[in-house]
């Protein structure tokens, strides 16, 4: 079986112990992953996390040759065919199972009531969001003890990545970078927009799986070019029919998921190659995006890899054209919270954080460009994730 991630576990159950948590019951698939390292594919496993010992993982029987039996124990249950009966009955039942082994009674128990942004399941088609009927069972079987939203403890924990999950976070951006490399070899005018985003999907989930322990792996990309719809590219806008022309810029913005564990990278193309001004001004925001990188250090500020970018985009007269943040946590999902690289923010960078690191400019008439890697905070200085650019 694959080996368990004793640090992340260890460091998690000490936080507890610090907030005087005696267990954690999470059912959102991106905390599953982080406590079990096992993806749910349709939402309706639970993981629970004592704060000493192994966790706990109720899942439908139909996923249980995914989970880990080394890193979790496994609980299966029967789900969605008529000899299963009623899923709520299942959670109750193994729910007061784990209250009684683990005596939860009279004691703190955190649970997710604040998540807003959720990552999904495998199973993205229809994602399921635990909400009222949940929340009302769980004030049920856990009644004589104290339920302690979590949001904010798990969102600062998973801040910091283990070794174990900057591997798994790698290997994603390998895959990633495999079908943006095989998609841009096939880019040239008369392609739309919607066709490239869907090459670099194909080679994403068709390549995937199987390389390096892989197993499920989804992709989402969106491509916006030319003139007009590359300079949209400053918020997440989805792929058209516009058809990509010779000389135009092509914006690659590409999410993928590898059992449970995300890159975030955008990539740059002219149709036909660069002109000399396309040129000049990628190699202004690379050398942007590389000043940025660089502030990837433990004890910098949140805010030093956005400054460092904007001082060498103002320097080359395009500072004005750097509308959104420098970047974001990246992890358990596309977008995570901690840190945020932007104009005044609050925070230090800690070894083990990861973030995109993503300047872009949007040139009215000229096109946007961005470059986005995904960059951790080494003991000694950044460590790039992905695939560092090279000028054009």
């Given at each position: 079986?694959?080996?368990?991630?004793?640090?992340?576990?260890?460091?998690l159950q000490k936080k507890m112990a610090d907030e005087n948590l005696a267990a954690l019951v999470c059912r959102l698939p991106e905390n599953v992953v982080y406590l079990t390292d096992y993806w749910p594919h349709h939402g309706f496993s639970v993981a629970v996390l004592p704060q000493e010992g192994k966790p706990m993982l109720f899942l439908p029987e139909v996923e249980q040759e995914y989970a880990n039996p080394d890193w979790t124990d496994v609980a299966p249950f029967g789900w969605g065919l008529l000899k299963d009966g009623d899923l709520y009955e299942?959670?109750?039942?193994?729910?007061?199972?784990?209250?009684?082994?683990?005596?939860?009674?009279?004691k703190r128990i955190g649970v997710e009531k604040s998540f807003e942004v959720v990552a999904p399941t495998y199973r993205s088609a229809e994602p399921v969001v635990p909400a009222l009927p949940w929340n009302s069972m769980l004030d049920s079987v856990f009644a004589d003890s104290t339920l302690v939203d979590i949001t904010g403890f798990l969102q600062g924990v998973r801040a910091i990545k283990s070794d174990y999950e900057l591997i798994k976070l790698r290997i994603a951006n390998e895959i990633a970078e495999n079908a943006l490399r095989k998609t841009l070899a096939k880019l040239e005018p008369g392609m739309t927009e919607a066709e490239v985003g869907a090459w670099v999907e194909f080679y994403a989930r068709a390549e995937g799986p199987g390389y390096k322990g892989a197993r499920l792996v989804r992709a989402s990309c969106e491509v916006g070019a030319g003139p007009v719809n590359s300079t949209k590219g400053t918020l997440l806008v989805p792929s058209t029919t516009n058809v990509i022309h010779s000389g135009d810029f092509v914006m690659i913005e590409l999410a993928t998921v590898v059992d449970g564990y995300w890159s975030d990278l955008t990539y740059m193309a002219v149709a036909g190659g660069p002109n000399e001004r396309q040129k000049e001004v990628y190699n202004h925001l690379l050398e942007a995006q590389q000043a940025a990188a660089g502030q990837m250090r433990h004890g910098a500020s949140f805010a030093a890899p956005d400054r460092a970018a904007r001082e060498v985009l103002e320097k080359a007269g395009l500072g004005q054209y750097f509308v959104h943040i420098t970047g974001h946590g990246v992890g358990l999902r596309y977008h995570e919270f901690i840190p945020f690289l932007m104009p005044g923010a609050e925070g230090t960078l800690e070894k083990g954080m990861v973030s995109s690191v993503e300047p872009g400019v949007y040139i009215p008439d000229f096109g946007g460009l961005r470059i986005e890697d995904n960059v951790a905070v080494g003991a000694d200085g950044p460590v790039f994730l992905s695939t560092p650019r090279t000028p054009w």
């Open positions: 079986m694959k080996d368990v991630d004793h640090v992340r576990l260890e460091r299942n959670y109750q039942r193994l729910l007061k199972m784990a209250s009684q082994k683990l005596s939860l009674a009279g």
